[in-house]
């Protein structure tokens, strides 16, 4: 069923003929998706290489990672860089508001050097071994914590530009763990999936098997076919919102940090905000925080603000609206101006 899994998955995200960089941390899930993609390489014309991540925060235990690793790719005839990170260093020197959590930060540079072990690979993508039962914790962690419809979205299964691809997505981790054991696959274990100490170990141990066993045994599928239903959705609104957003502001960057958040803003036109519909409103006001550099900020009552500010056509020039981030919204002749901006701009 697993390999029937990767092979449709395979066709799906056109891997064919390409060169695929797995990441591997050493656990069951990115070890069996090496050996599952290992196995079809041949008929499927697969290149392969291994990329893992030392996280430096587990000592001789990921050490050990990384040995086992090496290893395995190793015996599979596979070349294999590593990389060491330190997410702690994204933590330092950051308010608390903007400081990320350590699993945030892992993640980012995470991914960040994946990209650069596969340019040094001339790989064309980057496989991690997210699942099903991923998918769901996701989707479920965002609920719980609260989101906007995008959110339940969950994971993609490939990034935007498609370089990050993830095969195993619709696969459950008990499929993965019965076949590491019927292929007899070793793997290694981190500890620290075991403690109650991180809200998601909870939710994976305690609370989605309690809620299949009560409420619905498909449970992880639901909720997959949730996330792939409304990421479709998404893909619809996100060209209703491109379109509009074309018409109602322009992003101006005059150059003054080169290019990036802090020295570009929008110039919005000043009528028609009355005629939007309520979501598609606060879709655009989201977009324009998150072009800002500030979506990490915004809430449902940013979003009300900001069209209820921008519906005001008879407000004088100078008016203006403070946002979290920085940003604020000025009221200036002929329309409004949204960025990090003084009033005598």
């Given at each position: 069923?697993?390999?029937?899994?990767?092979?449709?998955?395979?066709?799906?995200?056109?891997?064919?003929g390409?060169?695929?960089l797995?990441?591997?941390?050493?656990g069951?899930?990115?070890t069996?998706?090496?050996?599952?993609?290992s196995r079809?390489?041949?008929?499927r014309?697969?290149?392969?290489?291994?990329?893992h991540?030392?996280?430096?925060?587990?000592?001789?235990?990921a050490?050990?990672?990384?040995?086992?690793?090496?290893?395995?790719a190793?015996?599979?005839?596979?070349?294999?860089?590593?990389?060491?990170?330190?997410?702690?260093?994204?933590?330092?020197?950051t308010?608390?508001?903007a400081?990320?959590t350590l699993?945030?930060?892992?993640?980012?540079?995470?991914?960040?050097?994946?990209?650069?072990?596969?340019?040094?690979?001339?790989?064309?993508h980057?496989?991690?071994?997210h699942?099903?039962?991923?998918?769901?914790?996701?989707?479920l962690?965002?609920?719980?914590?609260?989101?906007?419809?995008?959110?339940?979205?969950?994971?993609?299964e490939?990034?935007?530009d498609?370089l990050v691809?993830?095969?195993l997505?619709?696969?459950?981790?008990g499929?993965?763990?019965?076949?590491?054991?019927?292929?007899?696959i070793?793997?290694?274990e981190?500890?620290?999936n075991?403690?109650?100490?991180?809200?998601?170990?909870?939710?994976?141990?305690?609370w989605?098997p309690?809620?299949t066993?009560e409420?619905?045994?498909?449970?992880?599928?639901?909720?997959?076919?949730?996330?792939?239903?409304?990421?479709?959705d998404?893909?619809?609104i996100?060209?209703?919102?491109?379109?509009?957003?074309?018409k109602?502001?322009?992003q101006?960057?005059?150059g003054?940090?080169?290019g990036?958040a802090?020295g570009?803003y929008?110039?919005?036109?000043?009528?028609?905000?009355?005629?939007?519909?309520e979501?598609?409103?606060?879709?655009?006001?989201?977009?324009?925080?998150?072009?800002?550099?500030?979506?990490?900020?915004?809430?449902?009552?940013?979003?009300?603000?900001?069209?209820?500010?921008?519906?005001?056509?008879?407000?004088?020039p100078?008016t203006?609206?403070e946002l979290?981030?920085?940003l604020r919204?000025?009221?200036?002749r002929?329309?409004?101006?949204?960025?990090?901006i003084?009033v005598?701009?």
């Amino acid at each position: 069923m697993l390999l029937a899994a990767l092979h449709r998955a395979i066709t799906d995200l056109a891997l064919e003929g390409r060169h695929v960089l797995v990441a591997v941390s050493g656990g069951v899930d990115s070890t069996v998706l090496l050996e599952g993609l290992s196995r079809l390489a041949g008929d499927r014309n697969l290149t392969l290489s291994v990329g893992h991540i030392h996280h430096g925060l587990r000592g001789g235990e990921a050490d050990a990672d990384e040995d086992a690793v090496r290893a395995r790719a190793i015996g599979l005839g596979l070349a294999c860089s590593s990389e060491r990170i330190d997410p702690r260093v994204l933590r330092e020197g950051t308010s608390n508001r903007a400081r990320p959590t350590l699993q945030e930060a892992a993640r980012s540079l995470r991914y960040e050097a994946l990209g650069r072990i596969a340019h040094l690979h001339e790989a064309d993508h980057i496989a991690t071994a997210h699942n099903l039962n991923d998918q769901a914790e996701t989707v479920l962690m965002r609920l719980l914590r609260g989101t906007a419809p995008g959110g339940l979205g969950g994971i993609p299964e490939h990034s935007e530009d498609g370089l990050v691809v993830r095969p195993l997505l619709r696969v459950t981790r008990g499929e993965i763990e019965t076949y590491a054991t019927q292929a007899e696959i070793g793997w290694r274990e981190d500890r620290s999936n075991a403690s109650d100490a991180y809200t998601r170990n909870r939710l994976r141990l305690h609370w989605i098997p309690e809620l299949t066993r009560e409420f619905n045994p498909q449970l992880l599928r639901s909720i997959g076919r949730l996330a792939e239903s409304q990421r479709r959705d998404a893909e619809w609104i996100g060209g209703l919102v491109d379109a509009a957003s074309s018409k109602l502001w322009a992003q101006k960057d005059p150059g003054t940090s080169g290019g990036s958040a802090e020295g570009r803003y929008l110039e919005i036109v000043d009528s028609g905000w009355e005629d939007i519909p309520e979501a598609l409103a606060f879709r655009l006001a989201r977009r324009a925080m998150h072009d800002l550099g500030a979506g990490r900020d915004v809430s449902r009552i940013h979003l009300q603000r900001i069209w209820a500010f921008l519906c005001r056509n008879e407000a004088a020039p100078g008016t203006q609206l403070e946002l979290p981030g920085g940003l604020r919204i000025l009221r200036v002749r002929g329309g409004f101006r949204m960025g990090r901006i003084g009033v005598d701009e």
